[in-house]
């Protein structure tokens, strides 16, 4: 089967767990949305991925192999992130011939290329570049690898509304000319809404849910009204949250609506995939 | 394909070093020499010889965390890291002791004044084994060197020279110096009877012992 | 074409709708080509996939067809369906939501008919 394949996946560093037990699969072929927060562990799942860390238990296999220290599996894979890899006072163009060397079928036409729409400076170096610079010399890197699995982490990062929408524009381009699998680890959720096919959500080092990204948007819905009468109707139902404004309500329900509950003084609304988010994952504040 | 970029990518950058290295030590031979011809006084560096010991540790103190995560960072396993940076340092090795033995075959002042091997063991030992003296001892000062880095990099470095001062102040306090400077002269083949077999031996151990220490200690090394 | 994620209707529907608009509008009449799911993806940022599942469900319907290696094109007759599913379809989309406001208004079903005739005249 050709997927990338968290099985058991735990990591702890020192006392604290990053990710418990995590056990979740990307598919081949399709663009992924990993949704989490700020800590949640995303960044963990694709250092694992990317043998930047290693496992405390479980695994993280590739097309059925385990990609710890295995360079078949690592071939196929290339993760690009915040952590800073790369000597400080290398320059962007003797990095993007360092990766014709070290990957093979990297396109350095297509790096210069893309580097040139995003204005990326080719003489500077890469350890003295912007937050969004630095990101996009990753992504300018990762759209010019032949490799079958790019995982991104936070790839937006930095970058202005401008270079974003000519990143999701690239990254579309790149999967409908190549078909590959693309995992994005993000917290922005509405930006990448449209682009994935696929979501994982974790909290707190643990899988929380994975869907199609139709599933998901269709999971919840909001009610609003009286406070009572939304108390009423949310009885027994698996409710999200309730935000209460004086004597009108508004909670956030997992499932579809109950006809037979809804009266004409309780509103129904769709949740946007950001709200869903947030309260999936908000619990405890 | 990856292992051979890497010690493409290693090798270049640390035989370059290796290079500007004897170029350095080079101008300030040649300077000082002059310097000592022109006021007819004998003035003489000596025992240039001793800083490739120098140099090489330090060298590989400085370059192993970065082309560790850059070469994790391009997709090669621990090992293979490891073992492009045992090539690269190889190669460097090479070079140095290249430089020594054509100076020692070429310039007739080296074997007395410069060359630690052929000052200790007399110049009738040849550049041969001053090549291989050379380049023994350079790869046994780099992987000590090299071990080091990866238990900084594993440990930190204010426990990993704390630990190492505890270490060595509690051994000098141990031992007796005599016997101390016996045992080293010992291994270097400097008293009568000892054979000269011995500081090659000495070299290619510490070599292994060096390179064993460091995949022990990086063999789970991540990148945070 | 107007696609929003942030409505509750599922984007492969929106997708299909807006097709489907176009076809009735007269965007595309019958026998044209309409775009490929590919260009349809790059120009609206929208997952492949979910472009084609709407797509399919144009296909299903019998608006659109598909010609081996050539891509989707109008059905013959296909802007009449539309109309015709339309027009059974608007008794349950604009009349049932229609009624249901009047009567939370408390208007009367001869009030509604009266601002309906009144629409009517000035449209």
Redesign the interface.
């Known amino acids: 089967m050709r997927e990338l394949r968290a099985e058991h996946l735990t990591k702890r560093?020192g006392k604290t767990t990053a990710l418990d037990d995590v056990t979740l699969s990307f598919e081949h072929g399709?663009?992924h949305a990993l949704l989490g927060r700020n800590g949640a562990g995303k960044t963990t799942l694709l250092?694992i991925a990317?043998?930047?860390?290693?496992p405390t238990s479980g695994q993280v296999l590739v097309d059925g192999e385990p990609v710890t220290?295995?360079?078949r599996a690592?071939?196929k894979?290339?993760c690009t992130g915040n952590?800073?890899?790369?000597?400080l006072s290398?320059c962007v163009d003797d990095l993007i011939r360092?990766?014709g060397?070290?990957?093979?079928g990297f396109d350095v036409k297509r790096a210069l290329r893309l580097a040139k729409m995003f204005e990326l400076n080719m003489k500077a170096k890469t350890g003295a570049l912007s937050t969004g610079y630095r990101s996009i010399c990753q992504l300018v890197m990762a759209l010019s690898l032949d490799v079958d699995y790019l995982l991104l982490d936070e790839p937006v990062l930095g970058l202005d509304a401008a270079h974003r929408d000519l990143f999701?524009?690239l990254l579309?381009?790149d999967?409908?000319e190549r078909g590959r699998t693309v995992v994005v680890a993000t917290h922005l959720i509405?930006e990448v809404?449209?682009?994935?096919?696929r979501v994982a959500i974790i909290d707190e080092g643990r899988l929380l849910m994975e869907a199609s990204?139709?599933e998901l948007?269709?999971s919840g819905?909001s009610v609003s009204g009286r406070a009572e009468d939304v108390r009423a109707y949310c009885e027994g139902l698996k409710v999200l949250g309730i935000d209460e404004l004086g004597s009108l309500a508004m909670a956030y329900v997992q499932g579809e609506p109950v006809r037979e509950r809804l009266t004409?003084r309780l509103d129904v609304?769709?949740m946007?995939?950001q709200k869903l988010f947030v309260e999936l994952t908000g619990k405890g504040e | 394909m990856k292992l051979k970029a890497a010690i493409r990518y290693q090798a270049v950058e640390l035989v370059q070093c290796a290079a500007v290295f004897c170029l350095v030590i080079g101008a300030i031979v040649l300077v000082v020499g002059m310097f000592s011809i022109a006021n007819e006084a004998h003035f003489m560096v000596s025992a240039m010889g001793v800083l490739p010991y120098v140099f090489m540790p330090l060298l590989a103190l400085s370059v192993y965390a970065c082309d560790t995560g850059f070469l994790l960072r391009m997709g090669l396993t621990r090992s293979q890291v490891l073992a492009s940076t045992a090539a690269s340092f190889a190669a460097a090795c090479l070079l140095l002791a290249l430089v020594e033995a054509a100076c020692a075959a070429v310039i007739p002042q080296w074997a007395l004044n410069q060359s630690l091997f052929l000052m200790g063991h007399g110049p009738q030992n040849g550049p041969l084994l001053d090549f291989l003296f050379m380049f023994l001892g350079c790869a046994a000062a780099s992987a000590v060197g090299l071990a080091f880095a990866a238990l900084q990099m594993r440990f930190g470095t204010r426990r990993v020279v704390l630990i190492a001062l505890a270490v060595l102040i509690v051994t000098s306090n141990q031992l007796n110096p005599r016997a101390v400077s016996d045992g080293w002269a010992w291994l270097f083949a400097l008293t009568p009877g000892a054979s000269l077999a011995n500081p090659f031996v000495f070299f290619v151990a510490v070599t292994a012992l060096g390179l064993l220490v460091t995949w022990a200690v990086s063999r789970r090394y991540e990148v945070r | 074409m107007n696609i929003d994620p942030a409505k509750d209707v599922p984007l492969f529907v929106q997708i299909a709708e807006q097709i489907e608009e176009d076809v009735f509008t007269g965007v595309y009449v019958e026998e044209d080509r309409i775009p490929s799911t590919n260009e349809l993806s790059a120009l609206l940022g929208i997952n492949p996939h979910t472009v084609l599942k709407g797509m399919n469900i144009l296909v299903d319907e019998g608006i659109i067809y598909k010609r081996r290696g050539m891509g989707m094109y109008v059905q013959a007759g296909a802007a009449e369906k539309v109309r015709a599913k339309r027009r059974s379809a608007f008794d349950e989309r604009y009349v049932a939501a229609l009624v249901a406001e009047a009567k939370k208004l408390g208007l009367t079903k001869d009030q509604v008919v009266n601002l309906i005739e009144k629409g009517y005249d000035h449209a």
């Open positions: 560093f399709k663009i250092g990317s043998n930047r860390l290693i220290d295995n360079p690592l071939a894979v290339f952590v800073q890899m790369t000597p290398m360092h990766m060397r070290f990957y093979e999701y524009r579309m381009e999967y409908l509405e809404a449209t682009l994935v096919e990204a139709d948007r269709a819905y004409d609304a769709p946007s995939l």
